[in-house]
């Protein structure tokens, strides 16, 4: 069964920083598209960013410029570095499973917890 932890989500000030890491085990970041999401108090969880294998990146419109998803196929990580937060990225950030057009597989982490302060 694949597994997903995620880790490095915490309380940031508006204009800070965070790296958001995803370890992944019994799949291979190297083959498989992944993903970044986040769900807000009150709103759907949202594709925040995804890598597929061919190393193409999507972003949503709200992040682009601001956040950068990675990954290290050695280690079997997917990164998002974080710049420029604001209150609104404040959510739950989950690494998942995309299929080639960035649409989610059901596969999830447990989710880390990203605050942005005003």
């Known amino acids: 069964q694949v597994q997903l932890v995620e880790s490095g989500g915490g309380l940031v000030q508006a204009g800070g920083s965070l790296t958001l890491s995803c370890a992944a085990s019994?799949?291979?970041?190297?083959?498989?598209?992944m993903g970044w999401f986040r769900r807000a108090p009150g709103k759907q969880r949202e594709l925040v960013a995804g890598i597929r294998s061919d190393d193409s990146t999507y972003y949503v419109d709200s992040v682009k410029s601001r956040f950068t998803i990675s990954r290290n196929n050695a280690e079997n990580t997917v990164t998002l570095q974080m710049n420029s937060l604001k209150p609104d990225d404040t959510a739950i950030y989950y690494c998942?499973?995309?299929?080639?057009?960035?649409?989610?597989?059901?596969?999830w982490g447990q989710g880390t917890q990203v605050t942005v302060s005003s």
């Open positions: 998942g499973v995309i299929d080639r057009r960035y649409r989610p597989l059901n596969q």
């Open positions: 019994k799949i291979r970041v190297a083959i498989n598209a």
